[in-house]
Structure formats: structure tokens, C-alpha cells
């Protein structure tokens, strides 16, 4: 299939990269930067473009992995192509694109990309969404042909699947970035952590996240909790954290004292 890709921050990369892997070809790389257009479009063997109005129409499809406030206005550039266009957002509705056209989708792709470490695609979930059956299935054959891991999610599916991802990956990560600071605080190294962080998450492979869950806040050990807050003075905001998320384990999980 000849795809354009829209973008070339992390999404577009791991994309192209997998796409051009499975023998598809990338026409066109499109970025508001030539240079990181021109980055990407020599990894993947495409035309490098900065200017909108160079967009060829020889391709089969459009994947747009841009910003999600950026994709209502860019599609305006796509109005007098007659292609397939998706966008890879997680909390856009397909509506955004059916507005231009009927031949509209979604191809979502459910993992944290970085440039710098290599995924692989045929273990990410993709979850697709069709304008119609044809459709549907055209991004379906496209989605299998780089990952094993394929499903139909409606938009509204995919935003309580983005919802639920943020909580799961990006706030989670944003507390290991709590967990350094406090132990850099103390001249401590961030990799005692890591074990322990490692089999947290390997622990969630088999079993339900509820019914793994340890710590002081579901033991309900107020001690514990309070000479955590106290260790936390002079920091109202993750004192202010501590207790919700420790009041909304306790909520959840009602053992008695001692249990864990």
C-alpha cells in the first residue's frame, strides 16, 4: 500500500518504520520542519515535504500523527484528495475526518513511542475504526500486516481506552519521576527502584491490578501514612497526592489491619 504519513514525531516514526518493514511504501513524509521531515523520509525511503500545498495525491491513504488540535484545520489541506485519511489520536472522534470525507478512520496505536528505543509493532495493539465495512476492513488488513494485536474500537471505546491509558502509563510514569526526585533528594539511585518496578508489571501479566495491590494505604496503616506525610512537609502538592491516592486505595480495598 502507498501511505503518506502526516508528521514525524514519535508515532509517525515508529509507524513509517513498521509499515516500511512490512513492504509497504512510504510516499511521502510531511513536518511543519523540513529537517525532521527530511529525518524521517531518509529512514523510510520518502519524498520529504514542509509545505502543505506539496501533498502529492499518488498514495492510497493518509495517516495523520499530528497533534490532536492540529488535525481539524490540516484536514482542510486533504479536501480535494479522493484517499482514505485516519488520524492516529487516541481522543478524537472519527467525526472530525467525516466531515471531509466518507472515507474516514481511525488507526490508533495503544503504546508510548520514544525515538530513542525501538518497539515491537507486532506486539502493539492497534485499534481501528472504518466509516463503513470497506473501510473497516482496509485498515483491518493494513493493521494485521504490521501487528498481531488488532481490534475494532469505536470512538467511543477509544477514549475511555485513551482515558484509561493515561492513568495507566503516563500519570504512573509521572510517579517513578516522583519516586527519582525523592531519592535523588537523599543521594539515592533511581535503579533500587527498578526491580521492584519490574515486578510490579509483571505481576499485572496474570493477575488483575486489584487483586495485587500492597502498601501501607491497603493495609489501611495510618502510622506508616502519616510518617510518609510528615516526611513530606514543606511539599503540600505530593502530600496532596499521597492522600488521595492512599484514600482512594483504602476505598477500594477494605482488608483488616495486618493483611496484605
Not at 489520536?89 to 472519527?94: F, P
Not at 467511543?156 to 519521576?177: D, I, P, W
Not at 502519616?226 to 484514600?247: D, F, I, N, R, V
Amino acid at each position: 500500500m502507498r501511505i503518506t504519513i502526516i508528521g514525524s514525531g514519535n508515532v509517525a516514526t515508529h509507524l513509517s518504520a513498521a509499515f516500511k518493514n512490512a513492504g509497504h511504501r512510504i510516499a511521502q513524509v510531511y513536518s511543519r520542519s523540513m529537517h525532521n521531515a527530511a529525518l524521517l523520509a531518509y529512514h523510510v525511503g520518502a519524498e520529504a515535504i514542509d509545505n502543505p500545498e506539496d501533498i502529492n495525491a499518488d498514495t492510497d491513504i493518509f495517516i495523520l500523527a499530528i497533534k490532536d488540535d492540529a488535525i481539524p484545520e490540516f484536514l482542510q489541506h486533504l479536501s480535494s484528495f479522493d484517499k482514505l485519511v485516519v488520524h492516529t489520536s487516541g481522543a478524537v472522534d472519527m467525526q472530525e475526518i467525516l466531515k471531509l470525507t466518507d472515507k474516514a478512520g481511525v488507526f490508533y496505536p495503544l503504546q508510548t513511542f520514544s525515538k530513542t528505543k525501538e518497539v515491537n509493532f507486532w506486539d502493539v495493539p492497534l485499534c481501528i475504526e472504518g466509516a463503513d465495512e470497506t473501510v473497516t476492513k482496509t485498515l483491518e488488513e493494513l493493521a494485521r500486516s504490521i501487528s498481531n494485536n488488532v481490534y475494532r474500537v469505536n470512538s467511543a471505546q477509544r477514549k475511555v481506552l485513551h482515558l484509561a491509558a493515561v492513568f495507566a502509563c503516563n500519570f504512573t510514569n509521572h510517579l517513578y519521576g516522583i519516586g527519582e526526585q525523592l531519592l535523588a533528594g537523599r543521594n539515592m539511585d533511581f535503579n533500587m527502584l527498578r526491580p521492584l518496578i519490574a515486578e510490579t508489571a509483571d505481576k499485572i501479566k496474570e493477575h488483575s491490578p486489584a487483586d495485587v495491590q500492597t502498601g501501607p494505604a491497603v493495609r489501611n496503616d495510618e502510622f506508616t501514612m502519616q510518617a510518609h506525610l510528615k516526611m513530606l512537609e514543606g511539599k503540600p502538592g505530593l502530600q496532596e497526592l499521597y492522600t488521595l491516592l492512599s484514600q482512594d486505595i483504602i476505598k477500594n480495598h477494605n482488608k483488616p489491619n495486618g493483611d496484605k
